[in-house]
C-alpha cells in the first residue's frame, strides 16, 4: 500500500519528467523523506529533537 502511494507519487513528481520545476523538484525530495522513515526509521536520520543535543552531566 505504502510502496504503490510512493510509486504514484514518484511519477508525479520525479525532475526528469519536469525539468526545471523546482517546486516538483522539492516535492518529490520530500516524499522520499518520509516514505525513506516509515519504511526504515532507523537509517532514514529521523532524530527526535531531544536527542540532538548532547546529556548533561
Known amino acids: 500500500m505504502i510502496k504503490n502511494a510512493?510509486?504514484?507519487l514518484a511519477r508525479q513528481f520525479h525532475p526528469d519528467l519536469?525539468?526545471?520545476d523546482t517546486a516538483a523538484a522539492e516535492r518529490f525530495?520530500?516524499?522520499l523523506r518520509r516514505v525513506r522513515r516509515v519504511v526504515r526509521p532507523a537509517s532514514a536520520?529521523?532524530?527526535r529533537p531531544e536527542r540532538t543535543?548532547?546529556?548533561p552531566g
Do not use: A, F, L, S
Open 18 to 20: 519536469h525539468p526545471g
Open 29 to 31: 525530495k520530500e516524499v
Open 6 to 8: 510512493y510509486r504514484r
Open 53 to 55: 543535543q548532547p546529556r
Open 45 to 47: 536520520g529521523d532524530v
